[in-house]
């Protein structure tokens, strides 16, 4: 599985539309074949920055989600929206996806 983070500071003016800047990009995304998750989340400590985890069943459908229109129109998108350039952790893991957490179950 690759699995990559990809952290965005985004212009103040644009933080509050930020998830509708991005929408096409991640429905288009997600319905990728080889996509596995491809979910955003907010910081609570500075509400400008977004933390992206995404992953990919392997390097060509990472490949083909890089080669993709919709990766193309997304950058585009974000371009201007952006504050600085993204910060990215990319690796190859093992596994398809999430693992269940061994130290932590619901209480009865």
């Given amino acids: 599985m690759i699995f990559i983070a990809v952290r965005f500071t985004v212009r ?13 990009f991640t429905r288009a995304t ?18 400008h920055r977004f933390t992206l985890l995404e992953a990919f069943a392997d390097s060509g459908a990472g490949a ?16 201007s929206a952006i504050a600085a350039t993204p910060e990215i952790i990319n690796v190859e893991v093992p596994g398809q996806g999430w693992s269940e957490m061994a130290e932590l179950r619901p209480a009865p």
Avoid: I, K
């Avoid at 997600?30 to 509400?47: I, Q, Y």
């Fill in 12 to 24: 103040p003016e644009c933080s509050d539309r930020w998830l509708d800047t991005v929408d096409a």
């Fill in 30 to 47: 997600r319905a990728e074949p080889g996509n596995l998750f491809f979910d955003w989340s907010r910081s609570v400590e500075d509400p």
């Fill in 64 to 79: 083909a989600h890089v080669a993709s229109d919709h990766f193309r129109a997304g950058l585009e998108a974000m371009a």
